[in-house]
């Protein structure tokens, strides 16, 4: 099956910098790949998502990149802001429904 | 447009008894998708669901568990005789008729069994 790995685990910056999560899959017939962000005791909630057909998109201060070469893709934040604060999901999937998650990044922006 | 609903918020079950999770997916959805997410895990995918069919269960444990999602009323996950490692945090996810890429989680059912 689908493996995420997500890197890092953990992330501290200062308001204003910008954060970047790494994940990396294993099954080459993966084409969605959305990322969540999840709030202490919420559910997640979908900020942006990418399929195999482009390389990059972008939504006011978040980005992501797929790389289907390297089976990878990222996340980019940036100007980040102190509600930013969270555990950020990525996740893939190879069959339009089963979603393969990653570990999870905590970020937390210094004020 | 309301979110998706799960109830109840917290379950807190005994060693043996049953645990019963509802999940009622957003208004025009009819995918369910149930989803255990252990403390400091990400999520695992247990079990998809049309209206009164089992799409893909390979995430279920083989006993135990069920899972249902009938014609009029919620989704439905089932565990009978909780064990302490059932304890978690379970969500529910639905996606469109028209597109299932899209999944949207409600705020989840956190388990704690005694």
């Known amino acids: 099956g689908e493996n995420v790995e997500q890197h890092p685990s953990t992330l501290s910056v200062q308001e204003g910098d910008s954060a970047v999560i790494k994940c990396t899959y294993s099954d080459s017939a993966s084409n969605y790949f959305p990322w969540y962000k999840q709030e202490l005791g919420k559910g997640p909630q979908l900020i942006i998502d990418?399929?195999?057909?482009?390389g990059e998109k972008k939504d006011q201060r978040i980005a992501v990149t797929l790389n289907k070469t390297a089976k990878h893709f990222s996340l980019h934040i940036t100007e980040t802001q102190p509600e930013d604060s969270a555990v950020y999901f990525c996740?893939?999937?190879?069959?339009?429904?089963?979603?393969?998650f990653g570990a999870g990044t905590t970020v937390t922006v210094r004020a | 447009n309301a979110g998706v609903m799960q109830n109840p918020r917290h379950l807190v079950r005994r060693r043996g008894q049953e645990a019963r999770l509802r999940c009622s997916p957003m208004?025009?959805?009819?995918?369910v998708y149930w989803y255990r997410q252990l403390p400091e895990e990400g999520l695992k995918f247990m079990v998809y669901?049309?209206?009164?069919?089992?799409?893909?269960e390979s995430g279920m444990p083989k006993e135990r568990f069920s899972a249902e999602f009938p014609k009029e009323g919620p989704s439905i996950l089932r565990i009978q005789q909780v064990v302490r490692g059932d304890s978690a945090a379970y969500f529910c996810?639905?996606?469109?008729?028209?597109?299932?890429?899209?999944?949207?989680f409600g705020p989840g059912t956190r388990l704690t069994v005694t």
């Open positions: 208004k025009g959805h009819s995918h």
């Open positions: 669901l049309q209206k009164e069919n089992i799409i893909d």
């Open positions: 990418i399929r195999s057909n482009v």
């Open positions: 996740a893939a999937s190879a069959n339009d429904y089963k979603l393969s």
């Open positions: 996810a639905s996606s469109p008729r028209d597109g299932v890429y899209e999944q949207y």
